[in-house]
């Protein structure tokens, strides 16, 4: 069975997919309510449904800024143009990497990010998150900790 948190994030990742799919000015998707269903389905296996709410809310609350951040670190592939699952493995991977430092390893970002991609992608897809991702780790979470660690 997989972890709480491995499960948890399967459960985000569906309910982004979603969202992704279905979202629309003239029709917008209640995530929460979204999250909850989906949730719902799992009531026996996750106990931190918190860590869910986080994820999926955390990847709404700064998608604009996650997606500017993702389209540099992969300029031959459009975001708009990469497979919905893929990119939002990708957003959930690059918010744990940014806002879940201190609660999560990036090791452990990039890693669950990759196995997403294994179960929900394509034959390449786990490559393409392992490259975007591990280029996002070198270029904005290590020479930040470089930075600050300069200045001590």
Avoid at 58 to 70: C, F, K, P, R, Y
Wanted: hydrophobic residues 40%; charged residues 30%.
């Amino acid at each position: 069975m997989a972890s709480n948190r491995h499960l948890g994030r399967m459960v985000a990742l569906q309910t982004l997919y979603e969202y992704d799919f279905r979202n629309s000015p003239t029709d917008p998707v209640n995530i929460s309510e979204v999250t909850k269903r989906n949730l719902e389905k799992y009531k026996e296996d996750i106990e931190d449904t918190d860590f869910v709410y986080r994820l999926v809310d955390g990847v709404i609350s700064h998608l604009e800024e996650l997606d500017n951040t993702l389209r540099p670190l992969a300029p031959d592939w459009p975001l708009e143009q990469i497979a919905r699952i893929d990119r939002n493995v990708l957003r959930i991977g690059l918010y744990e990497l940014l806002y879940c430092k201190d609660d999560i390893p990036a090791r452990v970002a990039l890693n669950e990010a990759v196995e997403l991609a294994k179960l929900f992608g394509s034959d390449n897809s786990s490559k393409f998150i392992n490259g975007v991702l591990g280029t996002a780790f070198r270029t904005l979470v290590e020479e930040n900790n470089n930075a600050n660690n300069s200045e001590v």
